[in-house]
T-cell receptor, first 112, second 115 residues
Framework: DGGITQSPKYLFRKEGQNVTLSCEQN?????MYWYRQDPGQGLRLIYY???????QKGDIAEGYSVSREKKESFPLTVTSAQKNPTAFYLC???????????FGDGTRLSIL | DQQVKQNSPSLSVQEGRISILNCDYT??????FLWYKKYPAEGPTFLIS?????DKNEDGRFTVFLNKSAKHLSLHIVPSQPGDSAVYFC??????????????FGPGTSLSVIP
């Protein structure tokens, strides 16, 4: 089955620690995205990548980093510089152009 | 400053009746609109979209209406079913730029369909 897989589903981070959220897709999509969802707010874009080896900052990129070494994979690292990392993180992918995004089931990150 | 607004955080509807979810936007450059549906602990799934060259798009029980002059769109679900209970996100983007322009999501409306 084609789809987007995010792992882990739940993740706990200690203060001062970096953590990496995985996102893999087998839909042959060119573009991939990371969003953050907080209660009562819409999805806010952290980073996006239109092609391999290229990515752009979204609205709230501070404290996060990404890489896009393979078309299928777009991992997100939440660094210790992100002061309020507790949130629900969603990865998405799409074909180029005017195409809807397909989402993974998310990773919930909490601080210990 | 929210460019996409969904002013009703929640909505309850009887099974079989019509559900109407509303969405307002402020950016007149938006020309493509989408609705996503999200169940708890899952990612959003695409439901229906509409381009600004249309004022209505229908897909089964789901119809989206667009009023460009009012910068308003609505999603109608008829008849509503208990399985429609979910959070619905309105989203908008502009397709006119040559480079990628991001999709802007509203805060969502939680729909409960009561059996």
């Amino acid at each position: 089955d084609g789809g987007i897989t995010q792992s882990p589903k739940y993740l706990f981070r200690k203060e001062g620690q970096n953590v990496t959220l995985s996102c893999e897709q087998n839909l042959n999509h060119d573009a991939m995205y990371w969003y953050r969802q907080d209660p009562g707010q819409g999805l806010r874009l952290i980073y996006y990548s239109q092609i391999v080896n290229d990515f752009q900052k979204g609205d709230i990129a501070e404290g996060y980093s990404v890489s896009r070494e393979k078309k299928e994979s777009f991992p997100l690292t939440v660094t210790s510089a992100q002061k309020n990392p507790t949130a629900f993180y969603l990865c998405a992918s799409s074909f180029q152009g005017n195409q809807p995004q397909h989402f993974g089931d998310g990773t919930r990150l909490s601080i210990l | 400053d929210q460019q996409v607004k969904q002013n009703s955080p929640s909505l309850s509807v009887q099974e079989g009746r019509i559900s109407i979810l509303n969405c307002d936007y402020t950016n007149s450059m938006f020309d493509y609109f989408l609705w996503y549906k999200k169940y708890p602990a899952e990612g959003p799934t695409f439901l229906i979209s509409i381009s600004s060259i249309k004022d209505k798009n229908e897909d089964g029980r789901f119809t989206v209406f667009l009023n460009k002059s009012a910068k308003h769109l609505s999603l109608h679900i008829v008849p509503s079913q208990p399985g429609d209970s979910a959070v619905y996100f309105c989203a908008a983007r502009t397709t006119m730029k040559t480079s990628y322009d991001k999709v802007i999501f509203g805060p969502g409306t939680s729909l409960s369909v009561i059996p």
